[in-house]
């Protein structure tokens, strides 16, 4: 009597099977129908864009835009000047309301600079005249959407990740003494952090 196996969605009969290289034919199929292999590169974020050009372009000192969310980035923490290539001075670390104040004030003080720049760059977009918020939790995915880590962002864009922490996002919480944050060494967020904890934030705007 003839019996029959299915191997990898192939119904193969013992006959089929008989031969000293008909069971590693039939792994080698299961294997390449089933998917075995692994997609996930396992590669930090410094080596990748070494190699890989990013979507992300300059639109200013300071500035990066995204061609593909039409989003404009600063290229610091809220808290930090660009200079020259280098975000200079301490992230702004502190609580949800206090972030949130900071954004505030940084839309109506003009002695706030957030982008000091030596070479002349006259006629480019200024980042004082930017309505800068922070981004939601979908914006953060924007960025962390790339096959490697530590941190999961373009590193050639953005100059001082924080990897040891998460960042705040202005995607609502649990509750209201909850708010969204996100982790940027690893892309992992979470909807239940509490709005006194200290957290930096990224500043993001709509290019229109």
Request: net charge negative.
């Amino acid at each position: 009597m003839q019996k029959r196996w299915l191997i990898g969605g192939i119904i193969m009969s013992n006959r089929a099977l008989r031969g000293p290289c008909t069971w590693a034919v039939a792994a080698v199929l299961a294997a390449a129908l089933t998917g075995c292999g692994d997609d996930t590169v396992d590669l930090a974020c410094s080596d990748y864009f070494t190699t890989t050009a990013s979507q992300l372009t300059e639109k200013a000192p300071g500035i990066l835009h995204d061609p593909e969310t039409d989003l404009l980035w600063f290229r610091c923490n809220l808290g930090q000047t660009y200079v020259d290539g280098n975000c200079v001075g301490e992230a702004l670390d502190s609580d949800f309301a206090s972030i949130l104040a900071d954004l505030e004030a940084l839309s109506k003080d003009d002695s706030i600079v957030l982008v000091s720049n030596t070479a002349d760059r006259s006629g480019k977009l200024d980042a004082s005249d930017i309505n800068w918020r922070v981004p939601t939790e979908g914006e953060y995915d924007s960025l962390t959407d790339v096959p490697c880590h530590s941190p999961k962002v373009d590193v050639t864009g953005f100059l001082d990740i924080k990897t040891d922490t998460y960042y705040w996002s202005s995607s609502e919480g649990k509750n209201d003494t909850y708010a969204c944050a996100t982790r940027l060494n690893d892309g992992l967020r979470t909807c239940q952090t509490k709005k006194t904890n200290r957290n930096p934030t990224l500043l993001v705007a709509s290019a229109q």
